[in-house]
């Protein structure tokens, strides 16, 4: 148990757990833990049922590469996008802040992260090989790169459009709105409209 509190060994675990999510400090934390002690018996075991299944309930779509519950995502199985544009994207959560938006009916690729020299992340470590093996067999007219606007983000974006040239294969980037250095998946849907709606075609 952490030395500086008092909390009881099972209360500060599951504050240490909450830490771990990402925006969440130790005063958020606390209040979510204490938040859960005012549950009904009943909802907190459901709760917890939900968490522990999270692994066996979710896995990676075999197409591309977002969030599912069976072999392909909704998506992808939807036959009123798009399937000629394509926007890739980094991870899962970005594609949820591009479907609130509603601005985009196209499909999408996940990278499953971004070139990342100082986090040992290259090439090698993303789902290029699978963008590749997709457009060598389905019918693409544009590809969207919707990468972060960091340095990161743009060396990803950079990596992405020098590996899949290819003749008549319209490979934009997506501009206003997105502000330099900025994360897309903290945009909001107004900002992502604009940023889809204005991007630019890399030459």
């Given amino acids: 148990m952490s030395a500086h509190t ?3 060994e099972a209360l500060e675990l599951l504050v240490q757990a909450f ?17 859960l002690l005012d549950w009904e018996p009943e909802l907190l075991a459901e709760f917890g049922r939900r968490l522990a299944n999270l692994p066996n309930a979710i896995r990676i779509c075999s197409n591309c590469g977002n969030l599912a519950d ?17 926007c890739v994207v980094e991870s899962p ?3 949820m802040v591009i479907e609130r938006a509603r601005c985009f009916h196209g499909i999408y690729h996940v990278l499953g992260g971004r070139i990342s020299p100082l986090d040992g992340r290259g090439p090698d470590d993303l789902r290029i090989g699978q963008l590749l093996d997709r457009l ?8 969207i790169l919707a990468t972060g606007a960091d340095v990161e983000g743009e060396a990803t974006a950079s990596y992405v ?29 107004a900002t992502i409209s604009m940023a889809i709606g204005s991007r630019h075609e890399i030459t």
């Fill in 161 to 189: 459009r020098e590996s899949v040239k290819r003749s008549g294969l319209r490979i934009s980037r997506i501009a206003f709105g997105i502000p330099v250095g900025g994360d897309i998946g903290y945009a909001d849907s």
């Fill in 19 to 35: 830490v771990r999510l990402p925006g969440i400090g130790r005063r958020t934390a606390e209040r979510l833990v204490f938040s």
């Fill in 70 to 86: 069976r072999e392909k995502c909704a998506i992808c199985l939807d036959s009123g996008r798009d399937p000629s544009l394509i």
């Fill in 6 to 8: 008092e909390y009881p």
């Fill in 136 to 143: 060598a067999v389905e019918s693409v007219r544009e590809l």
């Fill in 93 to 95: 959560a970005q594609i």
